[in-house]
């Protein structure tokens, strides 16, 4: 097989209709006909059965098919990293961060190393700071950014660390919190067990949760409209003069923060691209 056979594998099985797949793949129907009946020969399998309703996998097939997903990531990573080691300023950068840190962060940093490097091209991938470290952990990306340290990642450098602040429309005092409507939003399990924990040491009567969104930027923007209190990391408040702020600190006084990490592999950094964008993170000034 070669590595056309294992996306027609694949397009087949989105499709699920032969026509329809041959034109995704510019290809005749006979073509990619000729092409499956060639793989089944190969295996020696029947890979899918033919009806007037279109076309279902065997369970060889289903193999085959979870088979065509790893062997066409396989042959793109390899197909990258030949293309990093010809130039040290070219190739294709992979990259996951966190929901917040992909909105507010990574443009910026992105934009300044594209200006310095205009031939790299990027793959980011947006996920929960959880899944960005098995990510890493798997190889499935070079570089990744988090805002929660879950361990496992072997090199992870602390970027920065920003203080979360109480944030409301009108002038308050953290003593008033409990009288007021609370507008919370979905983040990693180890930030909301933090922000939970300062709510139980500093009040006995859980707050007065008015809203739920799916992410900060909603919450800043129902925040920002008067609609709650909330409590937001600093860049995401930055420029907004209108609100009123206050820093929020654990038992001990220390103010409570938000840390960015930047990871990455060993095998990723010896790649000239990789190494290139990981010193260009640690030296930039956030």
Not at 54 to 71: C, D, N, P, R, S
Not at 172 to 195: R, T
Not at 225 to 239: E, R, S
Request: hydrophobic share 35%; charged share 20%; net charge positive.
């Amino acid at each position: 097989m070669d590595d056309r056979d294992w996306h027609i594998i694949k397009k087949l099985y989105t499709e699920k209709n032969i026509t329809k797949a041959a034109q995704a793949l510019y290809m005749s129907q006979p073509a990619l006909t000729s092409r499956l009946q060639h793989i089944e020969r190969e295996f020696s399998v029947c890979i899918v059965h033919r009806s007037t309703k279109g076309i279902q996998f065997t369970a060889e097939g289903e193999y085959l098919v979870k088979q065509a997903v790893i062997m066409i990531e396989k042959m793109h990573h390899i197909k990258n990293e030949v293309q990093e080691l010809l130039s040290e300023n070219s190739g294709t950068l992979e990259i996951g961060a966190s929901n917040y840190l992909t909105m507010y962060i990574l443009p910026i940093l992105l934009e300044k190393f594209k200006n310095k490097y205009p031939k790299v091209k990027y793959r980011v991938t947006t996920n929960w700071s959880k899944n960005i470290f098995t990510l890493i952990y798997n190889q499935k990306i070079q570089v990744g950014f988090a805002s929660v340290d879950y361990g496992g990642c072997k090199n992870k450098y602390l970027l920065y660390e920003e203080p979360i602040y109480a944030a409301y429309y009108n002038p308050f005092k953290l003593s008033d919190l409990p009288a007021l409507p609370k507008i919370e939003y979905d983040s990693d399990y180890l930030l909301k067990s933090q922000l939970d924990k300062w709510w139980r040491d500093n009040y006995k009567q859980p707050p007065q949760v008015s809203m739920h969104v799916s992410n900060l930027e909603n919450c800043k923007q129902m925040v920002v409209h008067g609609l709650g209190y909330a409590l937001l990391p600093a860049h995401i408040i930055k420029g907004f003069n209108n609100l009123h702020t206050l820093g929020i600190t654990d038992s001990s006084g220390t103010s409570l923060v938000r840390k960015t990490w930047l990871l990455y592999n060993d095998f990723n950094k010896d790649i000239p691209i990789v190494k290139l964008f990981v010193n260009f993170v640690k030296e930039y000034k956030f």
